[in-house]
């Protein structure tokens, strides 16, 4: 069914992240102008005032670490026709989600000192701002429509994903990995020169820009559907890691996603 | 003025246009404020502690994370106090590299502040996006500018947002030497749009209110200060190590915002671009001098709206100081150097100016070089204190002087001025007038 969007309205709203994504948005200056004509933005708290009731495309930021948040999250997926993930962190939890590997105790008291967290969080008044849960991807407390992926988004992606919608169609991106774009782009693979990798097991699209950067890719945008863990990580074992290594690289960006199986030798 | 217009409440909750989220909720009762709290509401990230188990090398890539629009800050910082820990060096190339790439992040910082988030206040629209009807030229001067520092980023550190060619010691792939010159030429050439820029902001009419309070930043012999130095107080007049940032920062933590606060020798203490224009005014480069003389700022300035201009000012600075960087690269050209080191344990602070203030990192090594312990004072964390005391300070005035939306408008463009970017911390701003 063709269903043909005039003017829809879109809206952008962060949880727990770095607002990169939302800042890689805005720094679409090429098409702002372009964008600006084709949509009509009706909430974007990072650089509008205004709020409003309804739209058709929530865009979401950052993950979900309290539950007032993830209330605020029901909330936009109430008033949305379509959700997006922006960026790592919603889509998998990113390097937030290495989180996990403590209790929201344990990290709070890190942070603030045990005695300052036991007042606060006995605070009558502010505690909900205190009681952290576990970090969670967006799928994990709604129904996502749409991941854009990376740390932060890639802008071409977002553009192809407003685009389609705009024309009523679904957007879909290629299940390949980063290796495939560093063929692409003739980039000298990393492990010719010693260097370790993630880009074999990591959903490409970003043009593999870390490896173009001079350094390696560390599977920022998620872990491909079928992913070989196993082999990969043999590979890894050939090339020298331990195998608590290996466990602490998956872990660098990939904790919302490795299992405790994909990972067996951290301590 | 009957009881129902002197007792109310102003609720700004999620306050927009600034980076994080946060509140401020003042009551009034008969004309007069009772009762004022900024709260910081946004989640904890955990940073510092999730910063555990990792190796050297991967801390200053990882918490670039902590903040999209200061990730090099935050980056630098980190590979300073790491590179402190394992007492390792930075050649002078690097050095000016990273002079350039932090520079090139306060320029984007500052104009995306200054145009997208400051500007429509002082237009009277609730977004940049009017503007772009009613004022096309400015929004395409500010485009155009931002779109320049991004791509001069890109070309230093390898991609806008979290680049990733530059680590510890120095860089895994220099930039381009054409590409380089190629900024150097768009730079040049840009300039106008930067005089336009100071234009811009002489037109903003300024709130008029004061509040005297300590300015701290860095301070360094033979520049201004922005990638180092040692820490200034403009109350002491004296110059403290880095590594004593403890006994700068003294944070604690209040249950109505989930950013820590600080205070050093008075009950509060502001940091950002007029703290660093009131500190190191006379190394600002000439132009920029002159800029802040067309601005009407005049230092010591302790008018916390003047931020927007101070930071105007820096823009100035920034784009005359890298292109006189850029020409020093281009003369002496780049070399890939040695970047290797040997893990090990140790401890180590480091410190930057982030476009919106001093920051602060500190790191604990162990033997096999993972982290075990981890710190981080970011500028937002140092300012919240001071932005609540001058509210409590100005709310007063306002509420005597202003009808209700007039003050929910100045305590949110005071906080704006401040360029809260409060994800660091935690999130930012809702104004509650209580009734
Ligand atoms: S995915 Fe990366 S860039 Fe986006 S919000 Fe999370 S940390 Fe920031
Ligand atoms: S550098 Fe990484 S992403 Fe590129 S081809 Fe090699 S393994 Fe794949
Ligand atoms: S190369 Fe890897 S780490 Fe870098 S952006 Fe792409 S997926 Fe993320």
Redesign the interface.
Known sequence: MKNVLLRPRISFF???????????I??C??I??EL?DLVE?VE????????APRFDIAFVEGSI??EI?ADRLRDIRARSRWLVALGGCACHG???A??N??SPA???Q????LD?VH??QT?N??WP??A?TRVRALHEVVKVDYLLRG??VDRDEFLHLVKRLLAGSRPGFAAQPVCVECRRHGHECVFLHGETCLGQVTWGGCGA??I????RC?GCRGLLPNANLASHRQLLRERGLDPKTID?RY??FLSGEITAQDAPDEQ | MNSKDSTYSIILDHVTRIEGHGSVRVSVRDGRVEELTLAIVEAQRFFESFTRGMLAHEIPWIVGRICGICCVAHQMAASKAVEAALGLEVSRQSRLLRRLLNESQILQSHLLHVYFLAVPDYVGVPSVLPLARTHPDVVRRALRLKHLANEFTAVIGGRALHPMANTLRGWRRLPDLDALADIRRRLRAALPDFEATVDIARSLKIPDFERQTEYVSLRHPDEYALYDGQVYSSDTGELTPVSDYRHITNEFTVPWSTAKWARWHRESYMVGALARVNNNFDQLHPAAREAAETLGLEVPCHNPYMNNLAQVVEIVHCAHNSLAMLDQVLDQGLEQEDISYTPGPGQGVGAVEAPRGLLFHAYRLDDSGRCTEADAVIPTSQNVNNIERDMKAFAPRMVASMPRDQVRLHLEMLLRAYDPCISCSVHMLEVEFVQ
């Open positions: 962060d949880m727990a992240g770095c607002e990169g994504c939302q800042l890689a805005l720094d200056e090429d702002f102008l600006v933005i974007f708290r990072e650089a509008m005032s205004e709020t670490h309290r948040d990113n390097v937030q290495r989180a590997g403590w344990e990290n709070l890190r942070v603030h000192g300052t007042r606060v605070d008044r502010y701002l205190w952290h740390c932060p820009v870390c173009a950067g001079g350094y560390d602490q872990r660098l």
